[in-house]
């Protein structure tokens, strides 16, 4: 196994679902930030703020600036924590939920054209390998 042309298959393979996913996005008008928000509460509906920086990888004060845009373009809303009042947390809007809809039917079908360039044994091997790699990672 040559590990440098792992490595650049890794960095190119990264390299064209970024493009990708940067294309899609900006038809939306929005930041690659915006739109992983979107899709982190389209999975997992409400958040706390908190919950969602570490999602995010980010702070939450930077993540305050983000939400407040996304807040102000009616995509998501946040609310007081129903059980803990210092706490906030967030939602999406009827709006932002046919973002995230939309955002992921585009995700479903580059999936599907993938895999229909590999075999069954071959997407089988591929969702194994990338459930090991996300436990890496």
């Keep these: 196994m040559d590990k440098n042309k792992l490595n650049h298959l890794i960095i190119e393979f990264f390299e064209k679902l970024s493009s990708w996913e940067h294309g899609i996005v900006r038809e ?9 928000i979107i899709e982190i509460l389209g ?17 939450t004060g ?24 210092r706490s906030l947390v967030v939602e999406l809007t009827p709006k932002g939920n ?3 809809l939309e955002h992921n039917r585009l995700h479903s079908q580059l999936t599907e054209e993938i895999m229909l360039h590999l075999t069954e044994e071959e997407n089988r091997q591929l969702e194994a390998i990338l459930e090991k790699i996300n436990q890496v990672i």
Excluded: A, P
């Excluded at 939306?28 to 992983?36: D, F, K, P, R």
């Excluded at 997992?44 to 990888?57: A, I, Q, V, Y």
């Excluded at 930077?62 to 009042?85: A, F, G, M, N, P």
């Design 62 to 85: 930077s993540l305050t600036v983000v939400v407040d845009k996304l807040v102000k373009k009616e995509l998501i809303e946040r609310k007081q924590h129903e059980s803990d009042r």
């Design 28 to 36: 939306n008008e929005l930041t690659l930030s915006q739109m992983h």
């Design 43 to 59: 999975w997992h509906k409400t958040l706390r703020m908190k919950e969602l920086s570490e999602k995010m990888g980010v702070t």
């Design 98 to 100: 046919t973002y995230f």
